[in-house]
């Protein structure tokens, strides 16, 4: 048998180490506001090395999330991608909501109204084509690309009306990168299942 003071020794050393890992994992290490990117899939990779996706940085960046890196096919992917693309116009219409609140002149409201349009339209399709795209992967790339025309009237009106408005313009950037993706996974779509549809 153990001396008692190695028995002690064993005993004191169990205790605190089942003490500690009974702490939140923040006690011990602190949680730091830099999120350090996750490694990307390959499939991911591959959507955002396409002809298609006007900015593979932003690309990579907007698909590291855990939940993205995760799918398992180019179906799953493009849901995702969907989702994104429609929780980025909801933020923006947001954006614009708050904006057509403060006073400006009439050409200004008219223009913000056609950008708030643009963003509604652009939510509904994403989440027809998140859910479309399993049923008809070729209406769903239609159904994204024309997205884009809309969002290019909305920066048109802004830009004519003058509009001064740098979360705008950066929200209207980042639509149009999620509608390149949106294209791009759908092409990859009626590619990988031409026979189906």
């Given at each position: 048998?153990?001396?008692?003071?190695?028995?002690c020794?064993v005993l004191?050393i169990?205790?605190?180490m089942?003490?500690l890992?009974s702490?939140?994992?923040n006690a011990?290490?602190p949680?730091?506001?830099?999120?350090?990117?996750?490694p990307?899939?390959q499939?991911v990779?591959?959507?955002?090395?396409g002809k298609?996706?006007e900015?593979?940085?932003?690309c990579?960046?907007?698909?590291?999330t855990?939940?993205?890196i995760?799918?398992?096919?180019?179906?799953?992917l493009?849901?995702?991608?969907?989702?994104?693309?429609?929780?980025?116009?909801?933020?923006?219409?947001?954006?614009?909501n708050?904006?057509?609140?403060?006073?400006g002149s009439p050409?200004?409201?008219k223009?913000?109204n056609?950008?708030?349009e643009?963003?509604?339209?652009?939510?509904?399709s994403?989440?027809?084509?998140?859910s479309?795209?399993?049923e008809d992967?070729?209406t769903?790339?239609?159904?994204?690309a024309v997205i884009?025309?809309?969002?290019?009237n909305?920066?048109k009106?802004?830009?004519n009306?003058?509009?001064?408005a740098?979360?705008l313009?950066?929200?209207n950037?980042?639509?149009?990168y999620y509608?390149?993706m949106?294209?791009e996974i759908?092409?990859?779509?009626?590619?990988?299942?031409?026979?189906e549809?």
């Open positions: 048998m153990a001396p008692p003071n190695q028995l020794l004191f169990f205790l605190s089942f003490s890992s702490l939140p994992t011990i290490i949680k730091a506001n830099v999120s350090l990117p996750l990307s899939s499939l990779e591959n959507l955002c090395n298609a996706v900015n593979r940085r932003f990579l960046k907007a698909l590291s855990p939940e993205v995760a799918a398992m096919d180019t179906t799953q493009g849901t995702l991608i969907m989702k994104l693309g429609a929780a980025n116009a909801q933020a923006t219409l947001n954006v614009y708050e904006i057509i609140k403060k006073p050409q200004a409201l223009a913000l056609c950008c708030v643009a963003y509604k339209y652009a939510i509904l994403f989440e027809m084509v998140s479309g795209l399993v992967p070729q769903a790339n239609y159904d994204v884009g025309p809309e969002i290019s909305c920066e009106e802004l830009i009306a003058k509009v001064q740098p979360r313009l950066a929200g950037r980042f639509m149009k509608v390149s949106g294209f759908t092409s990859t779509l009626e590619l990988e299942n031409p026979n549809y």
